[in-house]
């Protein structure tokens, strides 16, 4: 589950690199709001929606940001991701060689609804036909600030809340290995926590180390194995 939650997060990343990093900096980078719509939805497979304000330079480095960002698919036509401010600095000459390093990119108060079916399909996934390949990114710093995630779980019916979440993430690729490291509250109880994982291996299962210390007590949780 923590692997497919740094997919999603990462995900994000992938939509602004399609905002016209190279667009001369006189060019109103506003109006590429729509193309950032119609190729984020395209990669997540949902409706994306920017009802906020687009910004973005290209000196002295390329630098997006946007705010109140949507992304449909929630229950009763609600959004199932909202992002307050979702911004990001990357690297030019990467880009031009077909790379995207991204050195920094924040994500503040992110809110998203997860669904897990019974037999333990998590509903979010990267559509296979994106048209970036996961080899091609990295993220040298990605910073969670006040995120939020509701996961429903079918099989027991009921809904866990992921709270207060505030981490650092790092990836070599997308296709990982990415590691965590912060806080959060799960269902109210505070718990710091450092994540690690191995890259995804074509069948969908991925290494993945966690540590967690829950604040009310006086121990701590350790897992190495792999997810999938």
Same mark, same amino acid.
Do not use: C
């Given at each position: 589950?923590? *692997?497919?939650? +740094?997919?999603? +997060? ?9 905002? %016209? ?5 006189? @060019?109103?980078? /506003? ?11 395209? !990669?997540?497979? /949902? &409706? ?5 304000? *687009? ?16 992304? %449909? ?12 401010? +979702?911004?990001? #600095?990357?690297?030019? *000459? ?7 390093? @991204?050195?920094?990119? /924040?994500?503040? /108060?992110?809110?998203?609804? !997860? ?7 998590? #509903?979010?996934? !990267? ?9 091609? =990114?990295? !993220? ?31 990836? &070599? ?12 509250? =799960? ?8 994540? *690690? ?17 829950? #604040? ?13």
């Amino acid at each position: 589950m923590l *692997a497919r939650l +740094f997919v999603i +997060f990462g995900g994000l990343f992938v939509l602004a690199r399609l905002a %016209a990093l190279l667009v001369p900096p006189f @060019i109103d980078w /506003r109006g590429y709001r729509s193309d950032f719509e119609r190729e984020a939805s395209a !990669i997540l497979g /949902r &409706k994306v929606t920017v009802r906020g304000e *687009a910004t973005a330079r290209l000196l002295p480095f390329p630098s997006v940001t946007f705010n109140d960002v949507a992304v %449909a698919g929630g229950p009763d036509g609600q959004p199932a991701m909202t992002v307050e401010t +979702f911004s990001m #600095d990357a690297e030019l *000459a990467p880009f031009l060689s077909g790379r995207v390093l @991204i050195f920094d990119m /924040r994500l503040v /108060r992110p809110k998203a609804m !997860i669904d897990v079916a019974a037999d333990g399909t998590v #509903d979010w996934t !990267i559509r296979p036909s994106t048209p970036v390949k996961p080899e091609q =990114i990295s !993220i040298e710093k990605l910073t969670v600030s006040e995120g939020e995630i509701a996961l429903r779980h079918a099989a027991g019916g009921r809904t866990h809340l992921l709270s207060q979440v505030n981490a650092t993430v790092s990836a &070599k690729s997308l296709a990982g290995p990415w590691r965590v490291d912060g806080s959060l509250r =799960i269902d109210g109880l505070r718990t710091q926590i450092a994540a *690690a994982t191995g890259r995804a291996e074509p069948d969908g299962q991925i290494r993945l180390r966690l540590r967690a210390s829950p #604040d009310a007590y006086p121990l701590v949780i350790e897992t190495d194995g792999n997810a999938g």
